[in-house]
């Protein structure tokens, strides 16, 4: 943190020199260096350095298009990541630093009012629905399962091409049918649990104790 500091009032006292042509071709220099510095951090995904080098970059040259571009880019994804886990706050506030390069960049519009949008439905849902992040939790690390599955059928496929032991076929087809069962059943919780999250359900109703037991076999609406 103490060295991004430095950096930062580095740069803009050579911001002051430059606009007094004593250190122009420096300052050149260093947009160009912070800019490459951005570019090989964003190949390599390593968004929030990339951020810093082209905020560098554009404290010294704020007209630089380069690292305008490339922060826009980064902003967005490090806003996108955020937004996929659910910190909302934080992509905003990374959308907010790109908008300060361009006030009306469509993709940052795009993806604020995603969020905003995304932020009513998830108050909304929260309030008819207390407990749906329990449930979704609960379905989500059955379908975890499935893997688990598939890979031991795929095990039992793989030992009968070197044993030509049709028992290994037959534990492949029992794992297969088990695997049938249970997706359909977890397909059947999620149609209900989607029912529960448009509608709103009491914390305690008969509907939301039968859709949170992991083992229910529930019925098709």
Known sequence: MKVVVRFFRLTAALAVLATTGCATSIAHWIVQTRDHQGDVALAHRNFADASVAYQLALKIDPKDKHAAAGLISVQVRLAQTAFAESKFEEAISSLQ????????????????????????????????????????????????????????????????????????????????????????????????????VESGVPERSHAAESLAAPASVLPLP
């Open 97 to 196: 630093i790109a908008a300060k390069v361009s006030p009306h960049d469509e993709r940052v519009e795009a993806l604020r009012s995603q969020i905003e949008q995304a932020e009513i439905k998830r108050d909304i849902v929260g309030s008819n629905y207390p407990s749906y992040r329990e449930t979704g939790a609960q379905i989500r690390r059955s379908y975890e399962s499935v893997k688990e599955q598939s890979a031991a059928i795929s095990a039992a496929l793989r030992r009968f091409n070197y044993t030509y032991d049709t028992a290994d076929l037959t534990r492949a087809i029992q794992l297969s049918y088990e695997l049938n069962s249970d997706i359909a059943r977890y397909t059947n919780r999620m149609i209900l649990y989607r029912q529960l």
